[in-house]
């Protein structure tokens, strides 16, 4: 599903010089560059919503889409190390979800139990009842985090341009902006979820950060994207690079630390509303 939302940000690439030569040398027009990681992207956040939901055309529509983009790339003369990155990704995934114990979880054998679904139902009531009455609210919340993460992630990319002290304003001017829609999309989605909302948005914009500049770090000595700097100026540097990706784990375990957080609090909540006595008895049943 964070495919998805990283997808979305490859629209923002389709005036910036850099991409555009980088995929007329690949023979794209900047449309086709963007379509390409647009349509893959949003297709695995799809599947990424039914594998998490069980549905059994999860699967295949996820191992289908990134054969099928690994293919694209190859046929489109994409650098070497760009696609084993790729492969990187796509091929421990696509092992999980073809072992024995995945088929047993899209066909139901493995289903939750009697004392998981009272669980369950308990932590939906708890969470609705953390979170303000307004749908509306919760819409502008959800967009409100979404916009900062995106410009978060922004901020983060600036710092792989150059040497520290020439982008440190520019990530500055645009990550502030960020991180102050991020605390308002946590008041309008209600304050009780803090860890939760930005516990997403930090794992989403450290995921995104790090995939990006890794990528970037694969691809530099490439002739695409060495081509790509020289038409446009715009270099890249190793160490610049390096801290951006370095940045985005710091992000992405940040993000990670707060979602432990919320879980821990969920759990300590539930257990209070669900007595020891039935649980213990649902269990031995």
Not at 16 to 23: E, I, Q, R, Y
Not at 65 to 72: D, N, P, Q, T, Y
Not at 228 to 238: E, V, Y
Request: with cysteine; aromatic share 8%.
């Amino acid at each position: 599903m964070i495919s998805g939302v990283l997808a979305l940000a490859s629209i923002s690439l389709i005036q910036n010089p850099g991409a555009v030569a980088a995929w007329a040398a690949m023979g794209l027009s900047p449309m086709a560059g963007v379509l390409l990681t647009l349509v893959p992207g949003l297709l695995n956040a799809l599947a990424g919503y039914g594998i998490l939901k069980a549905r059994a055309w999860s699967r295949p529509l996820y191992l289908g889409v990134g054969a099928i983009s690994l293919l694209v790339n190859a046929l489109l003369s994409t650098p070497v190390s760009a696609l084993l990155f790729s492969a990187a990704i796509y091929l421990p995934i696509a092992i999980i979800l073809t072992r024995r114990s995945a088929s047993d979880y899209f066909s139901g054998k493995t289903g939750p139990t009697a004392d998981d679904m009272e669980r369950r139902r308990k932590l939906r009531a708890l969470r609705v009842s953390q979170r303000r009455k307004s749908d509306l609210s919760q819409i502008f919340g959800v967009g409100f985090a979404v916009g900062g993460g995106f410009l978060l992630s922004m901020a983060l990319l600036f710092l792989g341009f150059g040497p520290i002290g020439e982008v440190a304003i520019i990530s500055a001017f645009v990550g502030t902006p960020g991180a102050i829609a991020i605390g308002v999309g946590i008041l309008l989605w209600g304050r009780r979820r803090w860890a939760a909302v930005g516990g997403w948005t930090l794992a989403a914009v450290g995921a995104w950060t790090v995939i990006t500049g890794a990528g970037i770090l694969a691809m530099l000595d490439s002739e695409i994207w060495v081509a790509a700097q020289a038409s446009t100026g715009q270099t890249f540097d190793s160490g610049a690079l390096a801290l951006m990706t370095a940045t985005g784990v710091v992000c992405g375990l940040l993000g990670a630390g707060l979602l432990y957080i919320q879980h821990a609090s969920d759990n300590e909540a539930v257990a209070a509303l669900v007595p020891r006595d039935t649980v213990l008895v649902s269990r031995h049943a």
